[in-house]
């Protein structure tokens, strides 16, 4: 059985820092392409960032020099630092993890997300 296990959420002032952190079990992790999500009340869920089972990252337009996504792979582990944060990045924030192989996607499972609130 797989699960993703979100925490570091929480409340913080606006220019704050915060770190998140996923643990993954039940699949092999470094084979394992990993991502963050979040979804704001009323709005549609947004990629963050993700990064792939070879260590390639790539991050969402409205959090490009401010958040950096990384790995663990010792520790099927996977974590977002958060910088400089605004109170648009107020949301729920959603581990993400896909397995796949020659392009095709084997399985797909989101943990059960972690609230972000930035404001004063």
């Known amino acids: 059985q797989v699960q993703l296990v979100e925490s570091g959420g929480g409340l913080v002032q606006p220019g704050g820092s915060l770190r998140l952190s996923c643990k993954a079990s039940?699949?092999?992790?470094?084979?394992?392409?990993m991502g963050w999500y979040r979804q704001a009340p009323g709005k549609e869920r947004e990629l963050v960032a993700d990064?792939?089972?070879?260590?390639?990252?790539k991050d969402g337009d409205s959090v490009k020099g401010r958040f950096t996504i990384s790995r663990d792979n010792g520790k099927n582990t996977v974590y977002l630092q958060m910088n400089s944060l605004k109170p648009e990045d107020t949301a729920v924030y959603y581990c993400?993890?896909?397995?796949?192989?020659?392009?095709?996607?084997?399985?797909?499972?989101w943990g059960q997300g972690t609230q972000v609130t930035v404001s004063t």
């Open positions: 993400h993890a896909r397995y796949s192989r020659g392009g095709i996607t084997f399985g797909e499972w």
């Open positions: 039940g699949i092999i992790f470094s084979d394992t392409d």
């Open positions: 990064i792939s089972s070879g260590g390639y990252s």
